[in-house]
């Protein structure tokens, strides 16, 4: 007898809550689809940096020892509001092995001002428009939920606007960068920072690129990237919902 394997859409799909807790691990939820491009990203760009690891010489392990720097893994979110991305990458990290740092930036007090990039880009009806989004978060709140995730140890904090943050971190080679920061401005600060920091085959992340809340996003990636080498990767889970396309590039 043919049998086939049918799949059943609930009539009404729950639509994706950011205070709900983020799992990287099996089975994932229909509700969290919009976050899982994100899980397969960064699995690549975990990947990528434990083959890596194994090309090592001996003389550049020596060299990273000597600059203190013992790290296997370098990576950021910029935009991390309440922080449930960021302790699942950081889960992940732990569990693959590999001695890592996260680096988390955020003004952890909401959005910006809008600059005139984002006024002239915005949709007329967005929210942000009249009022300050993302500002039901603290510094306090999302260290907090790190510690109870026990990565702690793996994560460093940056508060404040990326043109003061930036700045600070230290000048390594970055494996993975989560951009998720809305705004024109930011985008081209995280990416002048950043791309050329890129280790080979590291991975960026374009939390927005697809946002039609957010359209200043596409808006800065493609300007920076227009005379830059690397492909658009575009990944989706679930059903096209306005925020479910997500997209990445592979540094060369």
Not at 149 to 155: L, P, T
Not at 230 to 246: C, I, M, Q, S, V
Request: hydrophobic share 45%; aromatic share 12%.
């Amino acid at each position: 007898m043919d049998s086939a394997i049918t799949t059943v859409k609930p009539a009404t799909m729950p639509r994706f809550n950011s205070r709900l807790p983020f799992s990287a691990n099996l089975p994932y939820e229909g509700l969290l689809a919009e976050r899982l491009p994100l899980i397969h990203a960064f699995s690549l760009a975990l990947h990528h940096a434990a083959l890596a690891r194994m090309d090592l010489s001996v003389y550049r392990k020596a060299r990273a020892w000597l600059a203190g720097d013992d790290c296997a893994f370098h990576a950021a979110e910029c935009g991390v509001y309440m922080g449930n991305s960021l302790v699942a990458c950081a889960q992940m990290l732990r569990a693959s092995g590999l001695k890592g740092r996260f680096h988390a930036l955020d003004t952890f007090s909401g959005l910006p001002d809008l600059s005139e990039a984002d006024l002239r880009l915005a949709p007329e009806n967005a929210k942000y428009r009249a009022q300050k989004l993302f500002a039901d978060t603290s510094f306090e709140a999302v260290k907090a939920r790190v510690a109870e995730a026990g990565v702690s140890d793996s994560v460093v904090f940056h508060k404040g606007l990326f043109a003061d943050t930036l700045p600070q971190l230290s000048d390594v080679q970055y494996h993975f960068v989560n951009i998720d920061c809305d705004l024109f401005e930011p985008h081209i600060e995280c990416l002048d920072y950043f791309y050329p920091r890129m280790a080979r085959g590291g991975v960026i992340f374009f939390d927005d690129y697809d946002s039609r809340e957010f359209p200043m996003a596409r808006a800065a990636v493609d300007q920076f990237m227009r005379d830059k080498p690397e492909l658009l990767f575009h990944l989706r889970a679930g059903d096209d919902g306005p925020n479910r396309t997500k997209t990445y590039i592979v540094k060369y």
